[in-house]
């Protein structure tokens, strides 16, 4: 449960506004024709949802366009033609990044190497060449 705090608001949010007791003036209603059946549309709302259906089906035609112009573009940049397009993804990421853990791998094996080495020669000289007698 969220902790209450007591006071005002909290930051970037604003006051809650006072409204005073006059209302505002309201321009006079037009005056109806004439009665409409309930459920009737008048050519007004017919007009005002001509407009709206015509702006939605033009976003839809540029969203459309927009994703057929990035799938060109991926597929200019290189990525494999025929896999989907988080398959091929995936892969592309998947085998840089095996390439960075490859390398790594061989320099952990480098450094235990020298280690190793290290260990042996230090044993050598300590151990078989009398430096120490156990």
């Known amino acids: 449960m969220a902790k209450r705090q007591r006071g005002g608001s909290r930051p970037g949010q604003r ?67 025929g896999r989907g ?8 990421v998947a085998e840089e990044e095996y390439r960075y853990v490859a390398r790594d791998l061989r320099r952990i094996a480098a450094v235990f190497a020298l280690i190793f080495g290290i260990l042996i020669v230090s044993w050598l000289v300590i151990v078989v060449g009398g430096l120490v007698t156990i």
Do not use: Y
């Open 15 to 81: 006051a809650p506004l006072q409204r005073g007791g006059t209302p505002a003036v309201r321009p006079p209603a037009k005056p109806a024709a004439a009665p409409r059946p309930a459920g009737s549309l008048s050519s007004d709302d017919l007009a005002r949802a001509e407009e709206l259906e015509a702006r939605i089906v033009a976003e839809e035609r540029a969203a459309a366009s927009s994703m057929a112009r990035g799938r060109d573009r991926r597929r200019v940049e290189g990525f494999p033609a």
């Open 85 to 92: 397009r988080s398959a091929g993804t995936l892969a592309v």
